[in-house]
């Protein structure tokens, strides 16, 4: 029988719910079901949760769906203290029990998670909310408006990294082994082999300024790091050696010709 009959019988149906988060390489699978269940290569740990109901709406910041679960939830447990660095999707499956058609009921990505007592509310919009995103982005500026290492900046971050190790880490301020010069990193990215990323705000010598702890960052640890560009054109030409895809407008005036005022 498809899970779609199986769905609308009265009596026949045992619904099972499978919830997927993706968090770069990492896998958070849980299921509603009262056993773990094994489904694509991946087990999905039984765990009491519930959501709120799946809907279909013309204002699409509406169907928003709330899980609850456990505190202490591992998925739950990334949003205490730093939000997480990226985007962390959830696909929701759906099945019954004594079948083996599985279907996508639902996804999305996490937007926030509260917590209240012995529970933690995850809050998740749908996959359309994607579309939401302003058109002509690019400003008319001085410095560059690109993002470093994306598609319109052309530089290759596997040309501009450093592959070591943390030689003592507090706060937000990690020491690497070996000094860089001077302001290399200043403005660029910190990785490590657990999947945390964070901006260097500040790099003098060995020492980086982070815009984030990392927790559970020990001395050690792999790191890598990024060199980071202040957008202007002579660190485009100088460093990266880029300046054909330089994406500021350097030669603005600084007085607006048609109003008089300033151009900021």
């Keep these: 029988m498809t899970w779609r009959l199986t769905d609308l019988s009265i009596f026949g149906g045992r619904p099972v719910e499978l919830f997927r988060f993706v968090y770069g390489v990492n896998r958070y699978c849980f ?3 009262d056993a773990d269940v ?7 740990k039984a765990t009491p949760m519930e959501r709120t109901g799946i809907s279909i709406a013309h204002d699409i910041s509406k169907a928003d769906i709330t899980i609850t679960v456990p505190r202490d939830n591992k998925l739950a447990a990334l949003y205490v203290g730093p939000p997480p660095d990226d985007v962390i999707s959830l696909t929701i499956y759906g099945y019954h029990k004594g079948d083996s058609e599985f279907v996508v009921l639902w996804q999305g990505r996490v937007t926030s998670v509260m917590f209240a007592g012995s529970t933690a509310s995850i809050t998740c919009e749908p996959l359309f909310t994607s579309l939401r995103r302003p058109g002509l982005r690019a400003m008319y500026q001085r410095l560059c408006r690109h993002e470093l290492y994306g598609a319109a900046c052309g530089a290759q971050s596997e040309s501009y990294k450093v592959v070591t190790t943390a030689a003592a880490y507090s706060g937000v301020t990690l020491t690497l082994p070996v ?9 660029g990215l910190l990785t490590t082999s657990k999947g945390a990323k964070r901006w260097v705000l500040a790099q003098v010598g060995a020492a980086l300024t982070l815009n984030n702890a990392i927790p559970g960052l020990v001395a050690g640890d792999a790191v890598t790091v990024y060199a980071g560009c202040d957008c202007t054109r002579e660190t485009c030409n100088a460093k990266f050696n880029n300046i054909l895809n330089f994406g500021g407008f350097p030669w603005t005036p600084y007085k607006n010709p048609f109003a008089g005022d300033p151009i900021m």
């Design 179 to 187: 000094p860089l010069a001077d302001g290399w990193a200043t403005g």
């Design 31 to 33: 299921t509603s079901s």
């Design 38 to 44: 094994s489904y694509q290569g991946e087990s999905y």
